[in-house]
């Protein structure tokens, strides 16, 4: 079966629903910065995880680096890798980005009754997390 045409276009509103800034990161921003709670990623592996180029990667990086949410570092001083690694003060705002995003994302659901947000809830985790509550994707 083929996703119809709504279908898509309900998915971009929802996108757009949730784009804008969260405190002080865009919401790209708050996707990237999600990425590196974990092990430090490179700029490939962020780029492959984000589905954007390494270019877009690497210039959102910098405006990070720049505000002292990141950092980067070459393990093993092995200049030909670099990682890409939260700081104290990225994990601060990414906290406080993460709380702005939930509100905003509370509100956009507050359209639906309870049982259709359960509904969508069974859905996405159908869509995105095997049957032992692992994500399919990073």
């Known amino acids: 079966m083929e996703i119809s045409s709504s279908m898509v276009e309900y998915l971009i509103v929802l996108q757009d629903a949730l784009g804008g800034h969260y405190g002080e990161l865009s919401r790209p921003q708050l996707r990237l910065m999600m990425k590196l709670r ?8 962020l780029a492959e995880r984000l589905n954007i180029s390494s ?41 406080r980005s993460e709380l702005l995003f939930a509100q905003r994302v509370n509100e956009v659901m507050t359209l639906l009754s309870v049982e259709q947000r359960e509904t969508l809830e069974n859905l996405l985790k159908t869509l995105f997390y095997d049957s032992q509550g692992k994500k399919m994707t990073d």
């Open 38 to 45: 974990g092990a430090a990623p490179t700029v490939s592996e």
């Open 55 to 95: 270019p877009g990667v690497t210039q959102m990086i910098d405006k990070l680096q720049a505000r002292g949410f990141v950092t980067r570092y070459s393990p093993d001083k092995d200049q030909r890798i670099v990682r890409v690694a939260i700081t104290e003060t990225g994990r601060a705002t990414l906290k």
